[in-house]
């Protein structure tokens, strides 16, 4: 569905990045816009996180921390070594880096002081079998976790341990501690402790042996270990390596490293073809500016590697604070016209009282949906299109209430609406906004007397919005890495509409054009004929550059009963599938917990994405009970249990960090009962998706933000429907828990 606020979105594998910029006719309102088509396969990691980093590197300001220099593996490190060393706590980088047959793309994330974790994408060469065969352009990818124990004091190192590529038995796998030591103000000094890939260089016994005998032999990775296993049987298993190095920082700008490597990538069969003729390593790193980080290495005796780290960090915006308009002062009114116990409503009608807050509303990017007004009480039912923060939005129309309306109502009920539906009500007085507009603590004490409820019984009926608003916008798609090397090209057009017909009851489609549509390849082999190819088949729907219908849904949104949310959607939900999806959501106001339930039935489109289902004659009934919880501090987690598209059975949990400022990191992991051969190149799937407010790099006001979802594979194991609002998202941006963490906005 399209509202005035967008979603510039993409996802890595099994899709295309495509993005614009869309314009509201009804609104006048410019949108960027980026949505999520399956369709190609592998390595779309490059791309999306380019597109981030570019969005990045056109601001002036960024935070990283002048100690802290990344490896090419994409984390705090040497240049294939790890170091104790940690980024600031939010710390996002994205690095690239290459190397004669070996190119990697890392997203690393500080999640915590202490605790990193990293998703990386590789393009390696393999030796056959024989070795004197090279398998060219093999396409791994890993999971990193790393911890840090201590903080490095005067006289104690910084100790930390790490997991490398640790959710599978890769050929990268590693386990490690390492410390590492500052000596003055420009010298780090670290030495380790390696297993796995980083024990191979001159390895010796276990030295956890002594604990457990099992500990000295690791588990055999080759092509017959079933990808997609938890590789906790390899952790800290088999030999052990000594590596370590030093890095001096000559300047701000210039930094030299220097280290022993201890991974010796042995020349055997399906190991990754790289040149050894010494452990030592060399390189320079150059940081012209905050957040960029380039670099140059001479490897293993053989090889130069280039590598690129670009960073932000989620605690700080790159961009100003806040670049809209100061808010409306609070108008205060005369002691005597307070205590009034009326209003003369001949003087002022409702209407003329309706029709100006709507005006000075408009003027804030909010829409005036209802007004219901007695002698000492307001009830306003807004939409707000422009503030990121529902509490910011609140302040705004508080100001406005008391520049409109008579001095004797002094209880002000305002009710945020989305999709037709009141959100909540955050009731205030307003003498409390005369006494604390300029006082200090202002927000927290607003915060403590508001009084927060359900909406459902008190909104006033909605106004009718006008009834259609469409909207133009282009999208360009670069695919590279793709079977053979090549790289594909796409770019075309997107028109999108939505028909209200009641506030709550919307017609939406979105029709696409491509304009150079080079995607003409048959995509991968299916490697699960025995399963559905309800995600494996993407590379086929929309290829033969003819426009084709994206989505086309009548959605309905109601409250049936108070705390309850409701949601059906009927149509072209997707663009690999039609049918009928219905959810209800449990979720009270002051509560940290929701519960949701979503049922679907869903069959195949045809692969020219038209009207029509025959192609693959195959439709199935899925959905899911959830969980919700906000766990506070801007941690969040989802459990989702039930059916997918495919008809498998399993659960797919999620963890989310959102800041304050609207960052948004998190990941997820799906099991089901798909055994390991049905599932797809693994048991399950998981990945990692951030999202970014538009703000956060501009400063201007707006619901606009960027989203992307790093995933490992997409196969038909674990699928659901890629719906447009669920109820969730919609309702939990209005209530306490997310009002609590950005209500220092209400004054704003």
Not at 78 to 104: C, H, I, K, N, V
Not at 381 to 405: C, E, F, K, P
Not at 600 to 618: I, K, P, V
Request: net charge negative; hydrophobic share 40%.
């Amino acid at each position: 569905m399209m509202y005035p606020h967008g979603v510039f979105s993409g996802s890595f594998l099994l899709s295309q990045w495509r993005c614009g910029f869309r314009v509201s006719k009804s609104a006048g309102i410019a949108v960027h816009k980026c949505e999520e088509f399956v369709g190609d396969f592998i390595m779309r990691a490059p791309v999306c996180l380019a597109a981030l980093v570019g969005i990045c590197s056109s601001h002036l300001a960024f935070a990283q921390d002048a100690g802290v220099t990344y490896s090419l593996n994409g984390a705090p490190g040497l240049l294939e070594m790890p170091t104790a060393q940690s980024a600031d706590a939010g710390a996002l980088a994205a690095t690239f880096s290459y190397a004669d047959g070996l190119a990697r793309t890392t997203f690393t994330f500080q999640i915590t002081d202490r605790l990193s974790g990293s998703l990386r994408y590789s393009i390696v060469d393999l030796y056959g079998d024989p070795t004197s065969t090279i398998v060219d352009g093999v396409f791994e990818r890993g999971f990193d976790l790393r911890y840090r124990f201590n903080d490095e004091t005067t006289y104690l190192p910084a100790i930390a341990i790490g997991l490398r590529d640790f959710l599978t038995p890769g050929r990268f796998g590693s386990e490690y501690l390492v410390a590492s030591k500052t000596i003055g103000e420009a010298l780090t000094v670290s030495a380790g402790l390696g297993w796995g890939a980083m024990g191979t260089r001159d390895g010796f016994d276990n030295p956890l042996g002594g604990l457990d005998a099992a500990l000295d032999t690791r588990p055999i990775f080759d092509e017959s270990t079933p990808e997609g296993q938890l590789a906790s049987s390899q952790w800290f298993h088999g030999d052990a390596a000594l590596f370590g190095g030093v890095e001096y920082q000559i300047n701000e700008s210039w930094g030299i490293k220097a280290e022993y490597a201890s991974i010796a990538y042995p020349q055997q069969a399906f190991a990754p073809a790289v040149d050894v003729e010494t452990p030592y390593n060399l390189g320079v790193t150059y940081r012209p500016r905050d957040g960029v980080q380039v670099g140059l290495a001479y490897l293993y005796g053989t090889e130069v590697a280039l590598s690129g780290t670009f960073s932000l960090n989620a605690n700080n915006r790159p961009g100003m604070s806040g670049r809209e308009t100061a808010p409306v002062p609070v108008k205060v009114t005369a002691t005597n016209s307070r205590a009034a116990a009326t209003w003369d409503r001949a003087v002022l009608p409702e209407p003329v009282l309706q029709s100006a807050l709507r005006t000075l509303l408009e003027a804030e990017g909010i829409t005036l949906s209802g007004l219901n007004l007695t002698d000492t009480t307001a009830r306003v039912r807004y939409v707000n299109g422009r503030y990121r923060s529902q509490a910011q939005a609140m302040g705004r129309v508080a100001r406005l209430m008391t520049q409109v309306l008579p001095a004797p109502i002094q209880t002000f009920t305002l009710i945020p609406e989305d999709r037709g539906m009141p959100l909540s009500a955050t009731t205030i007085m307003r003498r409390d906004l005369e006494q604390l507009e300029n006082q200090p603590q202002a927000s927290q004490t607003m915060f403590d007397r508001a009084v927060f409820a359900d909406a459902r019984d008190s909104a006033p009926p909605a106004i009718a919005p006008s009834n259609w608003t469409w909207g133009l916008g282009s999208y360009f798609a670069i695919i590279p890495f793709n079977e053979g090397g090549s790289v594909r090209v796409d770019a075309g057009l997107t028109l999108r509409g939505i028909y209200t017909i009641r506030p709550n009851l919307v017609i939406a489609g979105a029709l696409g054009q491509s304009v150079i549509n080079a995607a003409k390849d048959d995509p991968i082999a299916d490697s699960t004929p025995d399963v559905q190819n309800v995600r494996t088949d993407g590379g086929y729907y929309g290829d033969d550059g003819v426009p084709v219908l994206q989505t086309l849904t009548v959605n309905h949104y109601a409250r049936p009963a108070r705390n309850l949310y409701s949601r059906v959607s009927l149509g072209y939900l997707e663009r690999m599938f039609g049918g009928v999806s219905g959810e209800l959501l449990w979720k009270p106001v002051d509560s940290h917990l929701g519960i949701g339930a979503e049922l679907n039935y869903a069959a195949q489109r045809n692969t020219d994405m038209l009207f029509g289902f025959d192609e693959y004659d195959y439709d199935t009934v899925t959905g899911h009970i959830s969980a919700y919880y906000d766990l506070g501090n801007g941690y969040h987690t989802q459990l989702d249990v039930g059916r997918y598209l495919a008809g498998d059975w399993g659960a797919t949990l999620s963890v989310d960090r959102e800041f304050a400022n609207g960052f948004r990191v998190g990941a997820y992991v799906t099991q089901t009962d798909l055994s390991y051969d049905d599932f797809g190149d693994g048991s399950y799937s998981k990945g990692v998706r951030i999202v970014i407010p538009q703000d956060f790099f501009t400063g201007a006001a707006t619901r606009a933000s960027y989203s992307n979802t790093f995933q490992t594979q997409l196969g038909d194991g674990g699928a659901r429907l890629e719906l447009d609002g669920r109820l969730y998202d919609v309702v939990r941006d209005a209530h306490v828990a997310d009002l609590s963490d950005t209500w220092g906005r209400f004054w704003r």
